[in-house]
Nanobody, 114 residues
Framework: QVQLVESGGGLVQAGGSLRLSCAAS????????MGWYRQAPGKQRELVAH???????IYADSVKGRFTVSRDNAKNMMSLQMNSLKPEDTAVYYC????????WGKGSLVTVSS
């Protein structure tokens, strides 16, 4: 059973930075792609950033230029560097990975104060 564990969330002031990490229980080379999603209170879960097995990335328009997704195959980890954070970035951030089946972490809360 694949397990994904997020870490690095917390409280930060607007304009600040946080780095989220997602640790996988096995090799991330087994995944076709990985991504970060977020869900704010009262809103649907949305894609924030995605990285495929070849390292190509896509970002939601709302985070382009501020967030960077990366993966470390040797450490079986994916990260999300978040800069210039805004209050509207406040959400629970989830790690996702798929290889025909989709796996989710339990989420990490990011709170950005104004």
């Amino acid at each position: 059973q694949v397990q994904l564990v997020e870490s690095g969330g917390g409280l930060v002031q607007a304009g600040g930075s946080l780095r989220l990490s997602c640790a996988a229980s096995g090799s991330i080379l087994n995944f076709n792609g990985m991504g970060w999603y977020r869900q704010a209170p009262g809103k649907q879960r949305e894609l924030v950033a995605h990285i495929n097995s070849g390292g190509s990335t896509i970002y939601a328009d709302s985070v382009k230029g501020r967030f960077t997704v990366s993966r470390d195959n040797a450490k079986n980890m994916m990260s999300l560097q978040m800069n210039s954070l805004k209050p509207e970035d406040t959400a629970v951030y989830y790690c996702n990975a798929y290889n025909g089946m989709s796996y989710w972490g339990k989420g990490s809360l990011v709170t950005v104060s104004s």
